[in-house]
């Protein structure tokens, strides 16, 4: 079972940041390729989007298009935790945003994948 726990959300103004945290712990199993980890968003009324995933065993990352260039994801293998760094933030940014964990050995490009799940931290962008 992982357990994971974001913290870091908040309400900013267009054009800033903010930093998003999720510590993990638990064992997700064993496998050459890792896990990965992702982020994910849920504005009201909209669907749930992956905004970045990251590959623990290489450190590869991939992220939508709505947010390539302005935010980045990390991981630190010794602390267990993954990061969003978030830059140039637009209103259209502001949702719930979930950190998530896959198995390992599980692919990294599907949702469905993503099996255990943060209780969220809200992230608000004012014009």
């Known amino acids: 079972q992982v357990r994971l726990m974001e913290s870091g959300g908040g309400s900013v103004q267009a054009g800033g940041s903010l930093r998003l945290f999720c510590v993990v712990s638990?064992?997700?199993?064993?496998?050459?390729?890792?896990?990965?980890l992702g982020w994910f968003r849920q504005a009201p009324g909209k669907e749930r989007e992956r905004v970045a995933h990251i590959y623990t065993y290489s450190g590869a990352a991939l992220y939508a298009d709505s947010v390539k260039g302005r935010f980045t994801i990390s991981h630190d293998k010794d602390k267990n935790a993954v990061y969003l760094q978030m830059n140039s933030l637009k209103p259209e940014d502001t949702a719930m945003y979930y950190c998530a964990s896959t198995r390992a050995g599980d692919v990294c490009n599907r949702d469905y994948a993503y099996r255990y799940w943060g209780q969220g931290t809200p992230v608000t962008v004012s014009s």
């Open positions: 638990g064992d997700s199993g064993n496998s050459p390729s890792g896990n990965c």
